[in-house]
């Protein structure tokens, strides 16, 4: 889990954050919500977790409710690996 | 036959005359799935309007709209009208002190506001009095916006919406006699010194361009219409009063899906549509993620697109993963709306680099191209398009000095300088050129770069900020923050925090770039041009 979260952190980072401090982009920060991520970005890293992860992210699974954090992702690519 | 435009005083008279043609038809298909017939969506805008007059609301007055899209919104928006007052419609997900600043500036008497944006109530200063409030339930939207952590209560006199639509209808007549030089509506747009601007448009304005409309596309009432546009956006000008002027079905995409490519090319074909009108930015998200190719969408019969100029590439991807639709570039400023026009030939030639032109002057609008000095540009020539016709805004509302920079007459009539510079091509129509001031469209917004630089300027801890837009093979354009700090380098992700409170999402900066201070012209001015390099790597910051 720690593993995954750390493979999206280094992502968001290198993709949308440059210069930002690792330690600044928690598990828990919204990526939605505070601005990190909008729409065309939204799409670029669901694509970048397909991807990476081998899996596929249904519609109704990026919702801003249960896709804003970096938590949030890792659990999804966690259960969707486990299945 | 459908009731015409020339004898129509007002947008009501159409969705009165297709409720009895078509009253057990199927007007609005909601985000949730459910439908509502003619005679409904009347039947709530006719309830609607019985208590506004009854809340004291006179012709003229401004009423507000904070909701998503829906059922719920389109009703309102129809009541209001029937009231003879305006609609003035916010982005109900963007930042509350912009939505009430908005509000405010309208004067809006009363103000449906949906249930979970409490929050935007807190920016009314206390001095002024709150509007009438009425409270809107939303349902499960599936989405919520930078609000989502702040969960304001509702005062205790707000109205709830069920004793709203439990007043007996208003009678067409009931506010009073109807004319198209009423406004019908209040879009506001960003403003150059961080003050959005209302755009007020009539009821002439909006029946002059449906029914050009009209006579070009030839709806019918088997046509089934997407709203993909928020309502204050003009495209959702289009969806709303050309579809149901022709008993046609209007499907109402909501917030979430509409950034959800996937989903909505699954929508385009669960739902049949034939008539699809977006931005280009959303139509190039669907030819990249949208696997098109899935589905079967052969029902659409015309997409047009408006708002910014659509990339050839994406334009190309997307027309060959579409074969069969007509491809419409539309062109015109909220304060017009549509007023050039052209149909793209397909196929588009593989070899093909030159942009499409965005055509001649549609039927209603008259056109001249004048240089600085106001002179007529030979054909051929670059110069800046000015527009005058019925289509044209009564004004910005409650800013007559921004009025006088935009209009001027000519021969006994009104012209309105649409800043855009443009060449005419004999054959071609008008080819869009670019502009000259700091207005940059980005996913068919409007952003003017200044109003970026007011939100940057709030920010307690930057000493300055000067944005830039610069094209960006991406995602069309790109803005970026230079800033200063007044100390050590702010979090990045602190920043776009703040931005996201205070700007709507397309208008928050893609990049900063710190700086000890603002490179400055010999005149101690902001040196836009040096930032640029900066931008586009060509030079230290």
Known sequence: MDEIANELRRFLLAEFLPGESAANLRDDTPLRTGGILDSVSTLKFVAFVEQRFGIEIEAHETGVRDFDCIADVAALVQRKRGR | ?541
């Not at chain 2, 506004?52 to 129809?78: F, H, M, Q, T, Y």
């Not at chain 2, 990339?311 to 074969?323: D, H, I, S, W, Y």
């Not at chain 2, 100390?487 to 602190?494: D, H, T, V």
């Open chain 2, 1 to 541: 036959m459908v009731a015409s435009g020339a004898t129509a005083q007002s947008l009501c008279d159409l969705l009165e005359a297709s409720t009895r043609r078509h009253g057990d038809r199927t007007a609005l298909v909601s985000p949730d799935g459910s439908a509502t017939s003619y005679a409904q969506l009347e039947q709530h805008a006719s309830a609607i309007a019985a208590f506004l007059r009854e809340s004291g609301v006179e012709p003229g007055d401004r009423i507000g709209l904070c909701l998503p899209k829906g059922a719920a919104s389109v009703a309102v928006l129809w009541g209001a009208m029937k009231a003879r007052a305006a609609y003035v419609p916010v982005d109900w997900q963007g930042p509350a002190a912009r939505n009430a600043a908005i509000q405010r500036d309208a004067g809006v008497r009363v103000l449906f506001l949906g249930e979970a944006r409490a929050d935007v109530l807190r920016e009314w200063p206390q001095a002024t009095a709150l509007p009438t409030l009425v409270r809107v339930p939303m349902g499960r939207t599936g989405a919520a916006g930078a609000f989502a952590a702040v969960v304001a209560p509702f005062p205790a006199a707000a109205i709830e919406w069920s004793a709203v639509l439990r007043h007996p209808p208003l009678a067409p007549d009931g506010a009073g006699p109807r004319g198209r030089e009423q406004l019908a509506y209040i879009l506001y747009t960003s403003g150059s010194t961080g003050v959005p601007k209302g755009v007020a448009l009539t009821h002439g304005n909006a029946l002059a361009f449906v029914d050009w409309a009209s006579e070009v596309f030839a709806p019918t009432p088997d046509d089934r219409f997407s709203s993909h546009a928020p309502f204050h956006f003009d495209l959702s000008v289009f969806d709303l009063f050309v579809a149901l002027k022709h008993g046609a079905t209007l499907v109402l995409i909501g917030e979430e899906l509409g950034k959800e490519p996937k989903g909505l090319a699954r929508c385009i074909a669960e739902q049949k549509l034939t008539f699809w009108y977006s931005t280009p930015s959303a139509l190039a998200l669907l030819a990249e993620f949208g696997q098109l190719a899935a589905h079967d969408l052969s029902a659409l019969r015309h997409v047009l697109f408006a708002g910014e100029v659509f990339p050839l590439p994406a334009l190309r991807r997307l027309t060959e993963q579409l074969p069969r639709p007509a491809f419409w570039n539309l062109y015109g400023p909220t304060e017009t709306n549509v007023c050039t026009f052209a149909r793209i030939p397909l196929p588009i030639a593989p070899d093909r680099t030159r942009p499409f032109p965005i055509g001649p002057l549609c039927a209603h609008c008259d056109g001249l191209v004048l240089d600085e000095a106001r002179r007529e540009v030979a054909v051929g020539g670059e110069g800046r398009l000015h527009i005058a016709g019925p289509a044209l805004f009564a004004g910005y509302f409650g800013r007559p000095d921004l009025d006088t920079t935009v209009f001027f007459e000519r021969g006994g009539r009104r012209w309105y300088d649409t800043g855009d510079v443009v060449r005419e091509v004999a054959g071609e129509g008008f080819h869009y050129l670019g502009r000259r001031d700091r207005m940059v469209k980005r996913r068919g917004y409007r952003i003017e770069l200044g109003e970026v630089e007011a939100a940057l300027q709030r920010h307690p801890e930057l000493r300055e900020a000067a944005v830039v837009a610069l094209p960006d093979a991406a995602c069309g354009v790109r803005i970026d923050a230079h800033v200063v700090a007044v100390a050590a380098p702010l979090s990045l992700i602190a920043l776009k925090r703040f931005c996201a409170e205070q700007l709507p999402a397309a208008m928050s900066p893609d990049r900063f770039v710190f700086h000890p201070q603002l490179p400055r012209t010999s005149t101690a001015k902001v040196d836009y041009p040096a930032l640029l390099r900066v931008s586009s790597g060509g030079g230290a910051p």
